[in-house]
Every structure is written in structure tokens, then in C-alpha cells.
């Protein structure tokens, strides 16, 4: 069972054309009334036993966002929209605001908001033990692809966008990052601590990461692949998944996946393992 989740929902949607809305407020299907990327996905989080997440979000959308806080879903505005960050910025302010909540940590589960996954998938990740990044086991090419290499689930070497072959070889795909991470207690202090490091907290300390405050959040699975504290756990590929990057993203989503998706939660099949 999950005991919290950091929901990462502060993008600028620079991709998505001339919708003004965020991404993760989208609707999932042809009714415009219908649930949306993220009331979805607060809602399986409930289900999963969330008692508490915290939605991340930017000062300049916090008005979309309000209608969704209550005793469960805490709203953490990200810095003063005076300047531009990377996710790892976003990541640091949801850890920060956890360990208010729970000062040793929790099991908790960091995604982005802009995921549609069926049900099972976080049944899956709720059973598992440990700290892992979750991977699908198919990759479809486009540019916003994060990838993990390594040379077994136990030992990733390698999460980014782009890779070169040359980068690559040697090691084994692992398939794409479904952008759920599940930490266990003691690595969600961790992560909270490398996280400070790697992006700083101005003006009282300079980044130190590669990215500075422009950081995503794979920069830190990254450090945790190196440090041996982050294993990979792959789900096969017929799993129903999708991100949205782009408008074709939606549409296939609103078209397509979601309708997928409602008649496979309602025959409640298992993910494979």
C-alpha cells in the first residue's frame, strides 16, 4: 500500500500547441465533462491507500488547481514564477512539503501528472517492494522518450532523452520510463537531500547538479543509478499506458487508449509481473 504521492504538475505545456489549459487537466475521453489526466490519477491514488499527496503546482495556474484540494490532495505552489525551473525543482518542493508532513519519510510515489495508466498498473506498483522506477518494456521513438538502459533490471546505467548508440553500447534496454518512481521511506530523505544539493536553495546554497535549477527529475534517478540505491522494474508491454507530450497524444488518448483503458478496468485483468 502507498502511504503518499508527489504529484508533478507545474509544466509549462509549451508543447501542446494552443491549449491553454494544462496538460493534466485535459479530458480523457469525448465528454468534455468527463475525467480528466488528473482526476484520474488522484483517484487510483485514493484507491492505492494515498494518505496524503501533494500536487505540485505553478503560482501562475494555481487557480486551475484549487478545486482539487481536501484533506487528501495538499496543493505545494513551486517557487514565485520569477524564474524558469526544471521538474527537479517542482520534485524538491513535493519532498519538502512531505517531510513537513512525515519527517522520517513514507512510501511514496512520484509521476508526472500527464500520464493515463489503467488500473492495475498501480496495483502493481502499490505491491512492490523497495525502491524502483517503473519501465515498459516498448519504446515508440518520439523525441520527449526517456530511456533506461543498464546491464540487468538490478543494475540501470543509463535515463535520458536521446541517447546515441555509442552512449548505449554494451548495455541492455530497459525500456521507457513511465515517470513513476516508488521510494521507500528512507530514500524519500534521501532523495529530498540530493535533490536540495543538485538544484540549491537560493540564496542560501548554489546548485551543484548538472542542470542546476533547470534540472529534471531524471537527473536524480541518474545519481541513484550510480549510488546502486535505485532498481528497475519492467511492466510488459501490452501494459495500457500513455503520456501527453503533444496534440496527436490527446487525441489518441481521447480516441483510442481511454476507451481501451475503461473496458480493461472493468474486466480488472492483472498486470503481468
Not at 479530458?27 to 468527463?34: F, H, K, R
Not at 498501480?122 to 519504446?139: A, P
Request: glycine share 10%.
Amino acid at each position: 500500500m502507498l502511504e503518499s504521492a508527489v504529484v508533478l504538475a507545474a509544466g509549462e505545456n509549451r508543447r501542446m500547441g494552443n491549449s491553454s489549459a494544462p496538460k493534466s487537466l485535459l479530458p480523457l475521453g469525448s465528454d468534455s465533462a468527463g475525467p480528466t489526466f488528473l482526476s484520474r490519477h488522484l483517484g487510483l491514488l485514493r484507491r492505492a491507500g494515498a494518505e496524503r499527496v501533494f500536487l505540485v503546482v505553478s503560482p501562475a495556474n494555481r487557480a486551475a488547481f484549487e478545486p482539487f484540494a481536501d484533506d487528501v490532495v495538499e496543493l505545494v505552489v513551486c517557487g514565485d514564477g520569477s524564474e524558469r525551473t526544471g521538474s527537479s525543482v517542482s520534485m524538491l518542493a513535493g519532498l519538502r512539503a512531505l517531510l513537513a508532513w512525515r519527517p522520517h519519510g513514507c512510501r511514496t510515489v512520484i509521476s508526472d501528472a500527464d500520464i493515463v495508466y489503467e488500473q492495475a498498473l498501480l496495483d502493481h506498483v502499490s505491491s512492490t517492494r523497495g525502491s524502483r522506477l517503473f519501465t515498459i518494456e516498448r519504446t515508440n521513438g518520439d523525441t520527449e522518450e526517456v530511456r533506461v538502459y543498464g546491464r540487468s533490471p538490478a543494475q540501470p546505467v543509463l535515463i535520458g532523452k536521446g541517447l546515441a548508440s555509442g552512449m548505449t553500447s554494451g548495455l541492455d534496454l530497459l525500456g521507457e520510463s513511465l515517470g513513476l518512481i516508488l521510494l521507500d521511506a528512507a530514500e524519500a530523505v534521501s532523495v529530498a537531500e540530493l535533490t536540495r544539493w543538485a538544484v540549491g536553495d537560493p540564496p542560501r546554497q548554489r546548485p551543484y547538479g548538472y542542470g542546476g535549477r533547470l534540472s529534471e527529475h531524471e537527473e536524480m534517478w541518474q545519481y541513484l543509478f550510480t549510488l546502486g540505491r535505485l532498481q528497475v522494474s519492467q511492466v510488459s508491454a501490452d501494459l495500457l499506458f500513455s503520456e501527453c507530450d503533444f496534440p496527436e497524444d490527446h487525441a489518441y488518448v481521447r480516441e483510442e487508449l481511454f476507451p481501451a483503458i475503461t473496458r480493461r478496468d472493468r474486466n480488472a485483468v492483472a498486470v503481468p509481473r
